[in-house]
């Protein structure tokens, strides 16, 4: 595999360009000489929405998310301009792994609703983010579309830019492959809070009666040890038994996290069903105080049954206290992603209305690329990821774990971008590699955005966009105390443009209005909730 990071031509650079173009023409001239066939294909932006560019396994290889540029010629151009000589990053590039997890965001409305605020360190702002629904164009296939848009905001030379990825629609329920599913149920003593343990049951009830006749369940427990309840079942004539081993289901003592984890997979494991979808679905508070509750070292040890088998974990948040954290890296490392369940509203939405996308698959190993043109970007900054950040060498390295996605999935990453006095031409180019979830053969998209493409004001972009800009500023004023000062603080993150939370909830309820959406009007109440506490 051949990886090829590709500095914009400009003439009349400064050396070290014109040395990394001559290396970049020697490099493509050998490539020809041994007779591989490299291509690179791009759209000119034709909408500002962004474009999109279709690469696949056979010259992905020719397709660099290009960009990066020495932060010494930065440093020039800033100097030559007058711009503070607070240093931009080191490179012009952005890697990170997928990630569509919502828990954050969920337990956050959670804890508004009880009248408090949330540690801010429990903030992840992507999963505010990525909570809403988005209209992205869709692909046919497995995979990816790209769209890069963004928009001015009122702080001189600030803009958000938005990549928005989408995997295709979700089959119905008739068409998705079979799932084999192991049901890993925290019975420990934390789970006797009132209410805790029976939505539990009441979540695995219902998604045992949306599951079909050919998927197969399995039930495993855990408090200071763990069992197996039930072993893979298929469903067909047999729900009953299923519901009766759900029913049965009392809280006993401590949490032994590690022990549910390992012995869930070894469940997995013994019930694999070639051709299905093999996954783990935790649900738990995930306060551990027994035994391991390192993520690393508790899917290390299951590590095999992950790698080989593709067994994917789901990771179901429930309580009023919850260990955040720990769910949310054992998905991370686990190859899967966690959502939060506060009541039965959210039980239906996540076991019944997102059933396939919580359980199916539409790409492997997914990692995502942006590179900032230097020409046009004097800085950038991604909000949130932190725990997703990969290696810019690493992004076609398909021995890196990236993000498992399912259908029906948007996946969204917002930048602050501070372009250069008098900007003109292209911004950005995002692109996203994913292992196809069958064959496992790497694929890539891409999109670009032109600064002339950018929306003029952030409060007149499409509706989709100032919502996700709202949930953006939501969690930067969680994160950062409410902070309307409005310039970019990398060391709080404090966003560009965040007009504070009265004004922000203005907007929210606004667009609640405009666009008729429950999600939103969610949002909204949850700013109104957090600016009464601030």
Known sequence: MQRHRTPPSRPDGPPHRRTRRRLHTALLALTATSGLLLTACSASDTSSSGSSDHSDS??????????????????????????????????????????????????ARRVLDEGRLPDPSDVRPEEFINSFRQDYERPDGNGFTVTVDGARTDRPRWSLVRVGLATRAAESDDERPPAALTFVVDVSGSMQEIGRLDLAKRSLDTMTDKLRDDDSVALVTFSDEAKTVLPMTRLGDHRGRVHDAIDSLETEDSTNLGAGVETGYATATEGLRKGATNRVVLISDGLANTGDTDADSILERVAHE??????????????????????????????????????????????????????????????????????????????????????????????????????????????????RPGADGHLATASVRWLDPDTRSPHEESGQLETGALHGDLWEAPKSFQVTAVAAYFADSLRTGDDRSGELDTKTGSLPGNPGLDQLGERAHALADQTDDTDVQHLADAIDEASLMK
Do not use: C
């Open 306 to 419: 992950r790698r080989d088998h593709g067994i994917t974990l789901f990771g179901v948040g429930v309580g009023s206290d919850y260990g955040d954290a720990l769910m949310e890296r054992l998905a991370d490392k686990g190859d899967g992603h966690t959502a939060y369940v506060g009541g039965d509203a959210d039980a239906r939405k996540v076991f019944v209305d997102q059933l396939p996308q919580n359980i199916d698959l539409a790409a492997r190993d997914a990692k995502a690329q942006v590179a900032f043109d230097p020409e046009t970007v004097a800085e950038f900054h991604l909000v949130g990821y932190e725990d997703r950040k990969v290696a810019d060498d690493d992004f076609r390295d398909d021995n890196v774990d990236g993000g498992e996605v399912g259908p029906g999935h948007t996946v969204t990453a917002l930048y602050a971008v501070r372009t």
């Open 58 to 107: 056979h010259h992905s290889a020719g397709l660099p998310a290009p960009g990066p540029a020495g932060s010494a010629a930065a440093g020039e151009n800033r100097r030559a301009t007058g711009e503070p000589t607070r240093s931009p990053s080191t490179d012009y590039l952005s890697t990170f792994a997928l990630d569509v997890d919502t828990a954050s965001y969920g337990y």
